[in-house]
């Protein structure tokens, strides 16, 4: 699992997307319990872009909480590689991927 830190959104954005790249950008909300479910797209990078709350995420079986206490942390989730996110605390985020792809969900962790 690939993570960044970063001090602030924009420098978090700046830093992990390409100068006028294409990015599919979605805003969401989980409240404590909540959660992303396991998932995948066959072709496009996701990139998960938080700076709130308490959250816990899978990818390739691996899990890992993170808080980011006044900070903003990017996950990289490759291409075809499953992952899924819940939410221990209330968390808001935002989701981009690389370009437009479908979302396939899975059965287990």
């Known amino acids: 699992m690939k993570v960044n830190w970063y001090s602030n959104l924009k420098e978090a954005i700046e830093s992990t ?3 006028d ?5 979605v805003r969401h909300s989980l409240e404590a319990g909540e959660e992303a479910k396991l998932h995948y797209h066959p ?4 990139f998960l872009v938080v700076d709130n709350g308490v959250f816990g995420v899978a990818l390739a079986r691996k899990h890992q909480t993170f808080r980011p206490d006044g900070r903003v942390i990017v996950i990289h ?6 992952h ?9 985020y935002f ?3 690389d370009k437009e792809d479908e979302t396939i969900y899975c059965q287990e962790v």
């Open 17 to 19: 997307t390409k100068e």
């Open 21 to 25: 790249g294409g990015y599919m950008f």
């Open 43 to 46: 072709e496009a990078n996701e």
């Open 77 to 82: 989730f490759p291409k075809k590689q499953k």
């Open 84 to 92: 899924s996110l819940r939410a221990l605390a209330p968390t808001s």
């Open 95 to 97: 989701v981009f991927r």
